[in-house]
T-cell receptor
Framework: DAKTTQPPSMDCAEGRAANLPCNHS???????VYWYRQIHSQGPQYIIH???NNETNEMASLIITEDRKSSTLILPHATLRDTAVYYC????????????FGKGTTLSVSS | EAGVTQSPTHLIKTRGQQATLRCSPI?????VYWYQQALGLGLQFLLW???????NRGNFPPRFSGRQFPNYSSELNVNALELEDSALYLC????????????FGPGTRLLVL
């Protein structure tokens, strides 16, 4: 079972920041927080991951709370192409571990 | 840099037949993972190959099998196809080692009639 809880859906206006929350209250010390997204019928796309520090790359920012029990993915300027299902996954630092996908959050960006 | 590639993009088979799906990992990656995404369901882990060996498998019957070649590409074989095998089959690759990021291909959509 997925160890994360995400809202089933969110809406965002184009050009605004999209903030996607994720709860992972049972996360272990050796588990990373990973974010992927899946645009309809395509393979999941890796977005970003982190352990305990905030992370930023060209796609998004990841904010992890100090107790590591929750995190927020931030898309700073959402576009229509960001409409997708976003998955938050806890992933242990362990060889060959499978990713366990939950139901994710469906983000709908509208103009 | 080329990403993970999969072939074919679509495959139509009839019940009882065998299907073969192929995956080429990102250059330098030695681990290949296979996942199944049935319609309306989440991604389910099928198999993990690393350095030519099957290292782990998910909760799927033995008719789901595969192999990894010396160039690290991989094949997934599904024997005795059943209607419920209709799904998007996704391949991911990663550097071998601990907790490496998995990168996914575009998938093969299998339809069993």
């Amino acid at each position: 079972d997925a160890k994360t809880t995400q809202p089933p859906s969110m809406d965002c206006a184009e050009g605004r920041a999209a903030n996607l929350p994720c709860n992972h209250s049972t996360i272990s010390g050796n588990e990373y927080v990973y974010w992927y997204r899946q645009i309809h019928s395509q393979g999941p796309q890796y977005i970003i991951h982190g352990l305990k520090n905030n992370e930023t790359n060209e796609m998004a920012s990841l904010i992890i709370t100090e107790d590591r029990k929750s995190s927020t993915l931030i898309l700073p300027h959402a576009t229509l192409r960001d409409t997708a299902v976003y998955y938050c996954i806890v992933y242990p630092y362990q060889a060959g571990t499978a990713l366990i996908f939950g139901k994710g959050t469906t983000l709908s960006v509208s103009s | 840099e080329a990403g993970v590639t999969q072939s074919p993009t679509h495959l139509i088979k009839t019940r009882g037949q065998q299907a073969t799906l192929r995956c080429s990992p990102i250059s330098g990656h030695t681990s290949v993972y296979w996942y199944q995404q049935a319609l309306g369901l989440g991604l389910q882990f099928l198999l993990w190959y690393d350095e030519g060996e099957e290292r782990n498998r998910g909760n799927f019957p033995p008719r789901f099998s595969g192999r990894q070649f010396p160039n690290y590409s991989s094949e997934l074989n599904v024997n005795a196809l059943e209607l419920e095998d209709s799904a998007l089959y996704l391949c991911a690759s990663s550097l071998s080692g601990w907790g490496e990021t998995q990168y996914f291909g575009p998938g093969t959509r299998l339809l069993v009639l």
